[in-house]
């Protein structure tokens, strides 16, 4: 497994940006990863996805046009630059790593069971 570390989260007003951050570091090599988030009472949710080689990109339909995931191979960070945030974007948000191509063989960058290491998640809220 990898150790993640997310950071830059916060507080803020509807229609602001934020950018939220996830550090990877261990001995194993990352095919993907993906940002997840989850609110309070709800279930766990996709929100992005990016291969770490060949940049391939995925978002949810709730975020897609607003979020934009991206990764820097050489300090192994993994990014997710949020923008025109909504009260419904309040969230833990968490980043996660697919070591094992799962996301590949499975087919599905959707599904949490993909991804073989997690972070601690970061705190998203955004007042209306």
């Known amino acids: 497994q990898l150790h993640l570390v997310e950071s830059g989260g916060g507080s803020v007003q509807a229609g602001d940006s934020l950018r939220v951050s996830c550090a990877a570091s261990?001995?194993?090599?990352?095919?993907?990863m993906g940002w997840f988030r989850q609110a309070p009472g709800k279930e766990r949710e996709f929100v992005a996805y990016?291969?770490?080689?060949?940049?391939?990109?995925d978002y949810a339909d709730s975020v897609a046009g607003r979020f934009f995931v991206s990764r820097d191979f050489a300090k192994n960070m993994l990014y997710l630059q949020m923008n025109g945030l909504k009260p419904e974007d309040t969230a833990v948000y968490y980043c996660?790593?697919?070591?094992?191509?799962?996301?590949?063989?499975?087919?599905?960058?959707?599904?949490?069971?993909?991804?073989?290491?997690w972070g601690q998640g970061t705190q998203v809220t955004v007042a209306s």
């Open positions: 996660a790593a697919d070591t094992k191509k799962q996301t590949y063989y499975s087919g599905s960058v959707y599904s949490g069971v993909a991804y073989d290491s």
């Open positions: 261990g001995d194993r090599s990352i095919y993907a």
């Open positions: 990016i291969t770490w080689s060949s940049v391939s990109t």
